[in-house]
C-alpha cells in the first residue's frame, strides 16, 4: 500500500509510542519578501502596545515636568567700548593691535573669574539660603522667607547643611540638625529668641513674609560657604560673546528661582563695572605715587637751594647782577632744569630696566614713561602693560600651567628683552643729550668764571634754585593731570540691556519635553513594530498561504466570535446566513469542484498540530453539506485526544476504537447531529495502539461500508505533525483538506506540508485556512469579527466592531 | 443649500434629487416567506408603497435561490408572486411586480445550469447570481462560460460586496472582459456595507462598469438607507450620467 520511500519517511518520524520528532522546528523566514498584508495584520494587532508605549511616554513627560523644579535664566547684554583710551596713561586702549574679539575672550575670562565673585558673594542675602520643604519638590524662598535668622557662630561642619525648621502658626519653630555624632538635635524656641548651642549661635524672627493664622510648614535653611558659594556661582554662570564684532557680551545665570538668578546678573554686572575701573585707576596711582616721590625729592632739593641763597643774600647784603651775566646764568639754569629731568627719566628707565632683568614676576606697570622719544619702545610698553593686566587678572582665576597663562607669560618674556634692549638704547641716548648739555653749561660756567666772585656765586646759587622750582613745577603739573584723569575714568563697557526676572523658565520646556516623549514613543513604536513583524512567524493570511504552498486553498474561514468556543463545535445550524456557513458553503463548492467522484467520497482533515481548528472544519464542513440533502458521516480518528464528541456533546462511550477492535457494530457507534443528514461516530475509548488499530483491516471495511450508506465520509484524523498515522488517511482520502489557523500556524508548517504533499504524492491536497480575520476590512479598524449573517449585518458601531462583540 | 431662484425655477428639484434614478428596480427580496426578504404578505406591501414613494414604477423581484438554505424552485417562487400581484391590485397600487431570482453560485447551481433545469431570467435572458462572500468560487469561469453557452446574459449582483475583489480590481475588469453585466447596490455608495464595498462602488462608476442598479431590498432598513444613499450628490449624479440597463426592461 505504502511505497518504500513512504515507509521511510514514516519510520524517521516515528519514535517511541508512534510519535514523530517535530522536524519543523524554529527556522524563521525573515528574508521573504515585504507582505503589506502581514504588516497591516501585524500593525492592528500592536495597535495596544503602540498606544500603551504612547501613553506612558506621555505619562513620563508629564511625571518629568511635575517633578522637575522649573529652571530659570536672567541675563544682561554688555557691550565693550572699542574707544581707545588717551595715551596719557603709561598703556593704550586694550585693542592696539590684533582682531577686535580678541580682548572680549580677556573679558569672559574676567567675568567668570574669582576676582567677581569675591565680590558678589560677599552679598548678605547669599549667605543663608532658606527653602520650603515640600512634598517632593522643594523651593527657595529667596527674599520671601517668612523667617530670618541671624547667625553669630556656627561651627565648621554645620556649614552646607540643611537645617531643618518647623515653624508654627504662633511663630515657635522647632530647630533640628545633625549633631556632630551624628545625632539629630532639636531645639524649640520662638521667634525672637537667641539659639545658642555649641554648634550654633544665632537670632531667629520671623519677617512680614510670615503671615498671622497661618501654618506655614517645614522649612530648612541653609548656611552657604564661601567655597560653596563659589562653586555655585561658577556652575551656573555662562558669560558668552555675542558678537565679535559689536563687542557685545551676554552674562546669564540660572537659578530655580527666578528672583535670585536676576539679583545675581545685577550683582556680577555691577561688580564687573567695578573691577573695571579700579583696574584702570591701578596704573594711574603708580604713575601718582611715582610723581609724589620724584616731588619730595625734588622738593627737598629746592628748599636747600632756596636756603643757600637766603644765606647768601643775608651775608652779601644786596646782588647786582650785570644784565649779560642774567642771561648767562638763565642759560645755564634751563640747561641744568633739562639735564634734571633727563636725570630724572634716565633715573626712572635705569630702575624699571633693573626690575626687568630681575625677572620677578611680580613687576608692576611701567609708570609713565611718556618722555620716551623713541616711539616703538611706547609701543612695547603699552603692550607689555596690557599683557601684564591680563596677566594679573587670569592668574587670579588660573593656574600657573594653563595654556592661556603659558602664553601671555611667553609673550611678556619676549616683550621683556626687547624692552631691556630698547631701554638700553634710551639710556644711551639720554646719556648722549646729558654729556651735550654738560659741555654747554661748562661753557657757560666758563664765562662765569670771568664774572667777579661774588656775583659769579649769587648766580650759581640762583641757578640751582631757578632750575629745582621749574621742575617741581613741572612734577605739580603732572600730578594734577593725572589725578584729573583718574577721577574722570569710566567703565569701557555698557549695559545694552539690564537683568530682568524671567517669566518663563528655561527648562523644562513643556512642548519640548511633551513633543520629545511623543517622538521617543513613535520611535519606539516603530521599532516595536518591525521587529514584531519581523519576528512574527505566523500565517496571517490566505494569500501568504498560496504563496507558500503549492496545494490549492479551498478558501478561508473567519474566526468564531459569537461567545467563547470552548470545544470546535457544530456552528453552521445556529445561522444559515453566517459569515462562517457562508465560508464553508464556499468551500464546499470549491470542494465539490475538486472531487469528481459522486458518492463515497471520503474527505480527511488534518492539520500540523492540534489547536489549528481540524475538528471545527470536519464538524461544519459536515455541516454544510448535508444540508444539500447529502448523507454525511464524520469520524473521530484523533483516538489520542478525541474532541468530536466534545463538539456534537455526546458522551464517548463507545466509537471508532471499539470498532476498529471488532467490540461493537457500526449502527451502534453512529450517532446523529442536530442538521439532517449529518451523522458522526465518535473516537470511544483511548486505545494504547492507536496507530496499530488504524493499520487494522478491520478499517477498511468500516470505511467501505460507510461509503454505502452515506454520500460523503470525513476523517478527523491526528495531527499530521505529531503523529505519522494521519499521513495514511490523506492517502486513502478523496480529499485530503490540512488546516491552518491564522496568526497560530507557523509559517514553517508551509514547509512541511509542501513536502508531504511532494512524498506522498498527495495531488489533491488543499488547504482551509481557519480563523482567519477580516483582515481585509482595514477601513473598519483592526476588529477580527464579520459579525454575524452579512446579508443582512446588523450595523455596529465602530466600538462594537472593535471589541467584537 | 440650493440658492432661491434656482428652486422656482427648476421645480421640485430636491424631489427629483431624492427620486430613484431609475424607475425599474431589478435587485429586491420582496416575496414574502421564501427568503431572508419579507416574511409577511404585510411586509411585502409596506416595501412596495416605500420602494413606489421613491419613484420607482416597476420591480423585478430576485428571491435567494440556493442550493442549501432557499431551495426555491420557479414554480415557488411563481405560486408567491401572484399572492403578491393579487394584494397589490387589491390596494389599487400603481406598481408593477416580476420576479427572477437571485441565484448563489454554488455546485448545486451549476449541476441545475447543466442538467438544462428551468432558471428564471429577465429581460432579454438576464440571469442575475451571486458569489460567495469570502471566498473566490473556484468554478466561477466556467459557470460564465456555461452561462453564454446555454444562451444566458450573466448578471453579476453586487460586485462591490466581494472580499476577494477588494483592492483587486484586475479581477473584475477580467469578468466584464468574459461579458458578465454588473449589478450595483445602490446602498453601497454611502457606504452602507463597508466602507470597502463603498470604495468599489466608486471605482465601479467611475470605470462607467455599471450597467444595472438595484435596491436589494430586505426590509424597511434599507429604505431608510435608500433614503440617505439617494441624498449623495456627487456619485448619484455620475451614476445618473450612466447608461443604465434598467430601462431596458
Redesign the interface.
Known sequence: MLSQEEKEWINQHRSVGGRVKRDFTIKTDVSGDFDPEKLRSVFFKSIPVVAVILMLSGVAAWLYLRYTPPLYESSSLLKLDVKKESNIFGFGGFDAYGDPGANLAGELELIQSNVIYDQVIKKPELRVSYFYQGKILSEEKYKSSPFDIQITDLSNNLFDKNISLKLAADSSFVLSYPSPEGKELSLKGKSGDHIETQELKARLTVTNHFKDGQVPGTFYFRVNSNSALLNYLASSLQAIVINPNARTIRVSFHDFNRFKAKDIVDAIDSVYLLETVNSKNLAADQTIEFLNYQLSITDDSLMIAEERIEKFIRENKQVKSERGLENTIDQISSLESEKFALRTDLQSLDTFKKSLASNEPGVDFIPDISYVSNSSLQKFIEEYNQQKSKYSRISVSRKENTMAMQNIKRRMESLEKNLVRLIDKEIQSFQRKINSIDQRVAQYEQELRNLPQKEAEYTRLKRHSDLYEKFYLLMMDRKAQYGINKSGTIPDFRVLSQAAIPDYPVSPRRGLVYGGAMAGGFALSLMFLVISYLLSNKITSQNEVERLISA?V?????QYVKGKMEFSKLVIGEN??S?IS??F??????M???IQKKSGKLISVTSTISGEGKTFVAVNLGG?IA??DQKVVILDLDLRKPKLHLAFETPNDSGMSNLLIGKAKLDSCIHKSPIKGLDFITAGPIPPNPAELMLNENFDKILKDLSKQYDVVIVDTPPVGIVADAVMLMKKADLPIYVLRSGFSKKEFCKNINRIKQTFALDHLTVVLNASG?I??Y??GNSRSFGYG????EKKSFLQKFFGS | MRPFFRKSAFKSVDEQTLQYPVSIDLHSHLLPGIDDGAQTIEESITLIKGLSSLGIKKAITSPHVMHDFYKNTPDIIRKCLSAVRKEISKQNLDFTIEASAEYYLDEGLYEMLMKGEELLSFGDRYLLFELSFMNEPGLLKDFIFQLHLKGFKPVLAHPERYMFFHRRVEKLEELKNAGVFFQLNLNSISGYYSVEARKMAEWLIDQQMVDFVGSDCHAEKHLIALQETLGRSKYMDKLRKLKLLNSSL
Not at chain 1, 790 to 793: G, L, Q, T, V
Open positions: 490549492p479551498l478558501g478561508s474561514v473567519p444559515p446566513k459569515q457562508e465560508a458553503r464556499s468551500i464546499r463548492t470549491n465539490d469542484f475538486i454544510i444540508l444539500t477580516p481585509r476590512r477601513g473598519y452579512y446579508y443582512e449585518d
